[in-house]
Structures are given as structure tokens and as C-alpha cells.
């Protein structure tokens, strides 16, 4: 990971490389985000909830945020995760610019390469854990044959394989939050956001999820960003960068991967 708040950073690639050409050069990172800022205005108060942060993830590779609540963790995600696009800076996923796509284009792309776990409430209560898992693929216009292998998939990835057929509130937290993984895998992603996917387990389910959830990401080659409050769950990391007041520091440790 490279993180830093002042240095000049290098161009994003203007464009999503083709199949073809990204064999023949050099991958871009799955997620880059250059000297982003981020001004809320709230009458005539201004909040800087971002200030000048910068931010580069690897295919492959975890990087956790820390940080204490208010410090910009959620508005960094939505930002690299082209969920919000009203900041200065530039921010790219697999080269390309957020700023570059818009309206139904934007969330395409951002369905075929962005991966979301939240924490609690984000399964629909009433649909099964595979129809779940399902979505994504439902919103991409995936053929019925497709979308149940690779329910079936991701089911498996997590360990869920019997469980497909269940409702979330048959299941246990942890459970659930699995679900919530494997929806976030199941469009092969480049990049998976995590926005404190723990936050309302026990520490030990905490530990087994973050550990899924990374596992599989790597099992897939993605990168995850995976905000967390928690220093535990942060030790999972390949690298960790603390925000704190919008302003990211530089890597406050660097363990080898598991
Ligand atoms: N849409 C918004 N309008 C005004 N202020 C916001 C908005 N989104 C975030 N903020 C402010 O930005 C700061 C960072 O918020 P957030 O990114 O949610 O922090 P964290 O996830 O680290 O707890 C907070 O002070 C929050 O109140
Ligand atoms: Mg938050």
C-alpha cells in the first residue's frame, strides 16, 4: 500500500483497459485515490470530512482504516467505492475515474467491479440467502443457468453451502454476515469495501468473519479496503493506515500475509 497526504501522485490511466490490452501492460491498481477532499456545507459551516488523502490498494492486497467515529472512514468508502463523486481530487478503480462515468454507466460499473459489506441490516429480510446473493447478478442481466452456479459458488465460498434456502433471520449474525460477503464476491469484483462488516458481532465471530472475508478475497485476487474501529480486526491487514479529522497517515504497521 502507498498512503500519504501530501506527496504529487501520479495519473490514474484515463481508461478501463480491454481484456486484450490488459495482458499486455501493466495492471492498474484496483483502487487509487490522489489528494482527495471532501467539503460538506451545512448553512454557512463547512466540514472537511476528507482533507487531502491519498490511497493505493493492489490487486490482492488488504489495507484497513482505523480510525475513531467522525473521522471520514465512510466517506472515504463511498468516495472509492463511486458512491459519492462531490469531492476534489480523483479516485479510480481498475484505472478508471469516477468522474469520468455517470448515472446508469456509473452503476454498472460499479456492480461489475466494487464489492459492499456493511455492517448489520443489508440483507433483504424477506428474500432467501441465495436470492440474496442472487442480486447483483439479477441487476446484470446474468442468464438463470449462470446465476445459479454461481450462487452456488459463492454459497460454497463462504461455507454456506446448506444454507442457501434460509431466510437472514434463520440464520445467525455471523451467518448473515457471510450472506453479505458472498454477494459482494459473487460479480468477481476487483475490489471489495468493507465498512466495519463486524461491528455488531461478538469478538470471536468478529475474528471468524474478517477472516472469511479475507480469505475469500484473496481466493478471488480482489483488494479490500476494510474499515474497522477495531485494532483486532485491523491485524488481519496486510497494511493499516489510521484517519484521523479527514487526514489519513502513513502506514502505522505492515505485517506479512497469512
Ligand atoms: N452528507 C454529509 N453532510 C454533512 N456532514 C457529513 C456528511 N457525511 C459525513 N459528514 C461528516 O463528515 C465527518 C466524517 O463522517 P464519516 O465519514 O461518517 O465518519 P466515520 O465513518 O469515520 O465515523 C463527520 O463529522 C460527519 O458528520
Ligand atoms: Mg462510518
Known amino acids: 500500500m502507498e498512503s500519504s497526504s501530501s506527496e504529487p501522485a501520479p495519473e490514474c490511466p484515463p481508461e478501463f483497459p480491454s481484456a486484450s490490452s490488459a495482458k499486455a501492460r501493466t495492471e492498474p491498481p484496483a483502487v487509487r485515490a490522489e489528494r482527495v477532499t471532501r467539503v460538506h456545507r451545512d ?4 466540514l ?5 488523502v491519498s490511497l493505493t490498494v493492489s490487486a490482492g ?3 484497513a482504516v482505523t ?3 467522525g473521522a471520514g472512514k465512510t466517506s472515504l468508502l463511498h468516495i472509492l467505492g463511486g458512491l459519492d463523486t462531490g469531492y476534489q481530487g480523483r ?6 475515474d469516477w468522474q469520468t462515468l455517470h448515472g446508469s454507466e456509473r452503476a454498472r460499473f460499479r456492480r461489475r467491479t466494487c464489492g459492499f459489506v456493511v455492517q448489520g441490516l443489508a440483507l433483504l429480510p424477506q428474500a432467501t440467502a441465495a436470492e440474496n446473493i442472487e442480486v447483483p447478478l439479477l441487476l446484470d442481466g446474468v442468464a438463470p443457468g449462470a446465476r445459479r452456479t454461481r450462487v452456488a459458488e459463492a454459497l460454497a465460498l463462504v461455507g ?3 444454507q442457501g434456502a434460509k431466510l437472514p433471520d434463520q440464520l445467525s449474525g455471523g451467518q448473515q454476515q457471510r450472506v453479505a460477503i458472498a454477494r459482494a464476491l459473487v460479480n468477481g469484483p476487483a475490489l471489495i469495501l468493507a465498512d466495519e462488516p463486524t461491528g455488531s458481532l461478538d469478538s ?4 471468524s468473519v474478517v477472516r472469511l472475508l479475507l480469505a475469500a478475497a484473496r481466493e478471488r485476487g480482489a483488494a479490500v479496503v476494510l474499515v474497522t474501529h477495531d485494532p483486532q480486526v485491523a491485524r488481519h491487514a496486510d497494511a493499516s493506515a489510521r484517519l484521523h479529522s479527514g487526514r489519513l497517515d502513513t502506514p502505522v504497521h505492515e505485517s506479512p500475509k497469512e
Do not use: I
Open 43 to 46: 448553512g454557512r459551516r463547512e
Open 48 to 52: 472537511k470530512s476528507l482533507d487531502q
Open 61 to 63: 492486497e488488504v489495507v
Open 67 to 69: 480510525g475513531p467515529s
Open 91 to 96: 479516485a479510480c478503480v481498475a484505472g478508471t
Open 160 to 162: 454456506l453451502e446448506d
Open 204 to 207: 470471536t465471530t468478529a475474528a
